[in-house]
């Protein structure tokens, strides 16, 4: 179910976002760009703004009930991802052995010069 709900919530995001940029701005925008201008003719005398401003409200509300469906699967099952994380079992990297400073050597007299 997971999945599927995942799967769906990436879905109207995309689909949000193609629509958010096909809608034509008050300079013509980004939508302009990928063929938002050109619509008119296809969509009649107001284009395609009523259709792309519905589409757009039934997408965002799609995406928000399937947020909110995630996060209450989240909830039901319990879970967060602090659990998951102290779930793990910790891992100790032993401290890194540093070889003691070999003691200086005594100075011996120099031998006399003859």
Known sequence: MN????ALLILFGVLLIGTIL???????????????GGANSA????GATPF????????AAGFLGTTLFI???IIRGNRSVLEKISDKPAITVP????????PAPA????????
């Open 3 to 6: 999945g599927l709900a995942l």
């Open 22 to 36: 096909l809608q034509p701005g008050t300079k013509g925008g980004l939508g302009a760009s990928f063929g938002g």
């Open 43 to 46: 969509f009649g005398a107001q």
């Open 52 to 59: 792309l401003s519905k589409a757009t409200y039934w997408l």
């Open 71 to 73: 996060e209450v699967l």
């Open 95 to 102: 401290a890194p052995v540093v070889p003691a400073p070999a």
């Open 107 to 114: 100075h011996a007299p120099a031998p006399a010069k003859k």
